[in-house]
Structures are given as C-alpha cells and as structure tokens.
Nanobody, 120 residues
Framework: QVRVVESGGGLVQPGGSLRLSCAASGSIYNVRTMGWYRQAPGKQRELVATITAGGKTNYADSVKGRFSISRNNAINTVYLQMDSLKPEDTAVYYC??????????????WGQGTQVTVSS
C-alpha cells in the first residue's frame, strides 16, 4: 500500500552532477528517516546518506563534501544532489523510507532503484 519511487538517474561524465528524487506515497501516518543506498555490480548494498524527519543528516565517508541529502516533509520526498561524480559512484541507487502507516505500525520501504552511471 505504501509506494516508494525514485527518479533522476542517468548517464553522466566524471565531474558532472545528478539530482535524485524519491517520493513515498500511499497509506502514510508519518515518515521518519529516509535515506539513499547504492549497490554496484558484485558488491553489497551500502549506505550513502540518511536524513531524519527533523533534518539530521548522515553521510558515507566516500561521498562527504560531494553529495547532499535533503527532504520536503510536506510531500514525503527526499532528494540526493550528487556533484563531482566519479566512476566509482556508478551503481543502482535505492531509496528507503521508514514509514508508519498507523501510530503503532511502522516499517522500512524500498524503492525500485535508479541507475547512475558515471563514465566518459
């Protein structure tokens, strides 16, 4: 019933930028932490950045200073601004939203993923 949908991926040259968006919709009582994760071929999924409902952010060391996470609570949307992209940033990027559907029931929901390819 809860949907999480990412958009904004694509092909970009090294040093370029992309902006990813992720919107949660459906039967939502409250959205708490939202975050971005990525998975490169042959590697495990890893945390990229998270942001709490109050705006507290957390970043992987590999993206600090280059990526910025933000959110619009009014529309349950989280963004990932990616600058100075490197080939090693190439991965499928997944959005996760911690959603409460009632005041008692909460769970994490994943989006379908969006491909980011950094190549010249």
């Amino acid at each position: 019933q809860v949907r999480v949908v990412e958009s904004g991926g694509g092909l970009v040259q090294p040093g370029g930028s992309l902006r990813l968006s992720c919107a949660a919709s459906g039967s939502i009582y409250n959205v708490r932490t939202m975050g971005w994760y990525r998975q490169a071929p042959g590697k495990q999924r890893e945390l990229v950045a998270t942001i709490t409902a109050g705006g507290k952010t957390n970043y992987a060391d590999s993206v600090k200073g280059r990526f910025s996470i933000s959110r619009n609570n009014a529309i349950n949307t989280v963004y990932l601004q990616m600058d100075s992209l490197k080939p090693e940033d190439t991965a499928v990027y997944y959005c996760n939203a911690q959603v409460y559907t009632t005041m008692w029931e909460g769970d994490g929901y994943w989006g379908q993923g969006t491909q980011v390819t950094v190549s010249s």
